[in-house]
């Protein structure tokens, strides 16, 4: 399976929305009426003041991932020289055949084309555990000292960060399985 990973358009918001929540739903980490599942639905926002990235294979939408820069609406933990990618989803249908992993390398290899840009930072929630084992097989690095907890709940996120510099090792080719 191919991939072409580009800017999403308009067209694309409503199956980015589908992706999003049904990724997270059936992930378990929110139940469909969560107040931040309106966040994550809401890709119109996120595209008006950030990026949203899709990955496409044989035509069809089969992931999404929001873009963002120290200082942006949507970042939550870039700082200076720094992208951030956050809301990474994979279509449920589409999991376990390598697809995360070949759009995290997409990222790093955009973000090294990207002027002032020298590292990647994400956060990410601490039961997302499927998450971290990849984001650490990429080489992306725990950042405790930047950890933090989301206003007015006791949830920990973890902060992970990947320094670009010009070790290409942690974006060895993979490509997705058919």
């Not at 963002?68 to 376990?96: C, I, N």
């Not at 950890?147 to 996120?157: F, R, S």
Request: glycine letters at 6%; hydrophobic letters at 45%; aromatic letters at 8%.
């Amino acid at each position: 399976m191919s991939l072409v990973f580009r800017r999403a358009v308009p067209a694309d918001f409503r199956e980015v929305r589908r992706i999003t929540r049904d990724a997270y739903i059936q992930a378990g980490h929110f139940a469909a009426d969560h107040p931040y599942m309106s966040v994550l639905e809401d890709v119109e926002h996120r595209a008006e003041h950030s990026q949203v990235w899709v990955a496409e294979a044989a035509g069809k939408v089969v992931a999404a991932v929001t873009l963002t820069f120290a200082g942006q609406p949507y970042s939550e933990v870039a700082q200076d020289g720094e992208l951030e990618f956050r809301m990474l989803v994979v279509d449920p249908a589409h999991q376990g055949n390598g697809l995360g992993r070949a759009v995290v390398q997409e990222i790093v290899e955009h973000a090294r084309q990207l002027p002032g840009i020298s590292a990647i930072s994400i956060t990410s929630a601490t039961f997302m555990e499927r998450a971290h084992r990849l984001y650490e097989s990429l080489g992306f690095r725990r950042a405790p000292e930047r950890d933090w907890y989301v206003l007015g709940e006791d949830v920990l996120l973890w902060v992970f960060r990947l320094e670009l510099g010009g070790d290409r090792v942690a974006t060895r080719a993979v490509k997705p399985r058919d």
